[in-house]
T-cell receptor, first 114, second 113 residues
Framework: DTEVTQTPKHLVMGMTNKKSLKCEQH?????MYWYKQKAKKPPELMFV???????INESVPSRFSPECPNSSLLNLHLHALQPEDSALYLC?????????????FGEGSWLTVV | AQSVTQLDSQVPVFEEAPVELRCNYS??????LFWYVQYPNQGLQLLLK??????LVKGINGFEAEFNKSQTSFHLRKPSVHISDTAEYFC???????????FGKGTRLHILP
């Protein structure tokens, strides 16, 4: 069983909606990540938080807004998304920023934008 | 440029036969190497990783991989596959202690009965 928990597992939203994806880990990890994965493609890094501060933003459109309320929680706020944003969104965590540390993934949130 | 390549998009293999999934990387700096597995409709799970030391790395579920610096490869092997090994396998690399981990395009392992 994964120790990174993501909610909801499935989300359908309209292009004018505002929704959020949530992620939680209780492993004491200090780095947390958001990845986007399209069907039959590898995960693509979106954001990295290290010690609750945003350390990497891979030029993600502003309609995706990450938030790290504390060291255990990571949110991804969604607003005015496009149908092409439909994908599996994976949250992950590691002990610290990578440096060889294992990245633990959640099971993902399936997002469909209609 | 730094990159990771999985040449085979799909590998069919008979049950109980051996398998090798290929991974090559390109980098001018030191690297850490990983293999992850993704079962249908699930997240990714670490199979094994190479940080330093012995070039032969053993992982979970009977998988192993060998780091070959001269050939810049990190191929994944299993001596006898089972139907439950059906999944997508991703080779991944991080470069020079970076926070980023870059994934290859993945190889789908298809087990034939």
């Amino acid at each position: 069983d994964t120790e990174v928990t993501q909610t909801p597992k499935h989300l359908v939203m309209g292009m004018t909606n505002k929704k959020s994806l949530k992620c939680e880990q209780h492993m004491g990890h200090r780095a947390m990540y958001w990845y986007k994965q399209k069907a039959k493609k590898p995960p693509e890094l979106m954001f990295v938080y290290s010690y609750e501060k945003l350390s990497i933003n891979e030029s993600v459109p502003s309609r995706f807004s990450p938030e790290c309320p504390n060291s255990s929680l990571l949110n991804l706020h969604l607003h005015a998304l496009q149908p092409e944003d439909s994908a599996l969104y994976l949250c992950a965590s590691s002990q610290e920023g990578n440096s060889g540390n294992t990245i633990y993934f959640g099971e993902g949130s399936w997002l469909t934008v209609v | 440029a730094q990159s990771v390549t999985q040449l085979d998009s799909q590998v069919p293999v008979f049950e109980e036969a051996p398998v090798e999934l290929r991974c090559n990387y390109s980098s001018s700096v030191s690297v850490y190497l990983f293999w992850y597995v993704q079962y249908p409709n699930q997240g990714l799970q670490l199979l094994l990783k190479y940080l330093s030391g012995s070039t032969l790395v053993k992982g979970i579920n009977g998988f192993e991989a060998e780091f070959n610096k001269s050939q810049t490869s990190f191929h994944l092997r299993k001596p006898s596959v089972h139907i439950s090994d059906t999944a997508e396998y991703f080779c991944a690399v991080s470069f020079n202690r970076d926070d980023k981990i870059i994934f290859g395009k993945g190889t789908r392992l298809h087990i034939l009965p």
